[in-house]
């Protein structure tokens, strides 16, 4: 099946510090998705990007759909503890359903305040 | 209040007994699914259904069932046939390309 490769699989930074984690698929994708997921909770949508080239930010978050249309990147500015947390990328593939997503296995975030 | 709920938060199960979690939206979306959350593994798509009537298998559904009955409601029964059935099950729903997400039923077997 499609393959979502997500990394690093954690990271442990200091509270202030930037963050960037990346996802690529063995396919081009049309949609790339960005959610954050606390423990216990469900996911919650960050960033959402349609089109190849896009920059798309939401607030401390910026995230940009990959040329290739195969990679994508979520980057955090200035850490705070709050941003602990699982991140996941999620994609559609061009040549997939309308309506299933492929999903990376998450990074792990640690903010030392 | 728009949104995607789910209950019960936490559901135990005896050995050979089947057990439903709850999925509602009020967002009027079409599409809607369930998933399978496992440590260290990402989202494993259980079900969806893209209409009212209508659903299909993802790909893990062996040892669950799921109706459509209701554009708002999107039930997930996992049955005795589902062996390891610990883990934490998400409901989604989707708006165009977006898809939204329930808070989580996490299910413990006795």
């Known amino acids: 099946g499609q393959q979502l490769n997500q990394s690093p699989q954690s990271m442990f930074i200091q509270e202030g510090e930037d963050v960037s984690m990346n996802c690529t698929s063995s396919?081009?994708?049309?949609?790339w998705l960005w959610y954050k997921q606390d423990p216990g909770e469900g996911p919650v949508l960050l960033i959402a990007?349609?089109?190849?080239?896009e920059l798309t930010s939401n607030g401390r978050l910026t995230a940009q759909f990959g040329i290739t249309r195969k990679d994508s990147f979520l980057n955090i500015s200035a850490s705070i503890p709050s941003d602990v947390g699982i991140y996941f990328c999620?994609?559609?593939?061009?040549?997939?359903?309308?309506?299933?997503?492929?999903f990376g296995k998450g990074t792990l975030l640690t903010v030392n305040p | 209040d728009g949104g995607i709920t789910q209950s019960p938060k936490y559901l135990f199960r005896k050995e050979g007994q089947n057990v439903t979690l709850s999925c509602e939206q009020n967002l009027n979306h079409d599409a809607m699914y369930w998933y399978r959350q496992d440590p260290g593994q990402g989202l494993r798509l259980i079900y969806y259904s893209q209409i009212v009537n209508d659903f299909q298998k993802g790909d893990i559904a062996e040892g669950y069932s799921v109706s459509r009955e209701k554009k708002e409601s999107f039930p997930l029964t996992v049955t005795s046939a589902q062996k390891n059935p610990t883990a934490f099950y998400l409901c989604a729903s989707t708006w165009k390309e977006t898809q939204y997400f329930g808070p989580g039923t996490r299910l413990l077997v006795l």
């Open positions: 396919s081009i994708f049309n949609t």
């Open positions: 990007l349609y089109k190849a080239g």
């Open positions: 999620a994609g559609r593939d061009s040549g997939g359903s309308n309506y299933k997503l492929t």
